[in-house]
């Protein structure tokens, strides 16, 4: 079965990094397309970054273009993503999707 399991997340003061990952299995990882979402409470989960499977496409939503960078590791079957000069705003629950499937989160908190 589809597996996708995060990692990375944590409390982290403005300005700083962080590097999520989300390992998946039970799929030809290669083959699809991989976003990261995240959610704040009250609010719906919101569209962060996507790779495309070779991993030669990569959108942003605008509020993280220039910060956030996602990446892939086809051998690892393993996608990431690099947040820097986070915003207290960016405080969420942050979701990995592959393959109509979707982990169990892991949280972001940006606090001084």
């Known amino acids: 079965q589809v597996q996708l399991v995060e990692s990375g997340g944590g409390l982290v003061q403005p300005g700083g990094s962080l590097r999520l990952s989300c390992a998946a299995s039970?799929?030809?990882?290669?083959?699809?397309?991989m976003s990261w979402y995240r959610q704040v409470p009250g609010k719906e989960r919101e569209l962060v970054a996507s790779i495309t499977g070779a991993g030669g496409i990569t959108t942003y939503t605008d509020s993280v273009k220039g910060r956030f960078t996602i990446t892939r590791d086809n051998a690892k079957n393993t996608v990431y993503l690099q947040m820097n000069s986070l915003k207290p705003e960016d405080t969420a629950v942050y979701y990995c999707?592959?393959?109509?499937?979707w982990g169990q989160g892991t949280q972001v908190t940006v606090s001084s």
């Open positions: 999707k592959g393959r109509y499937s």
């Open positions: 039970g799929f030809t990882f290669s083959s699809y397309t």
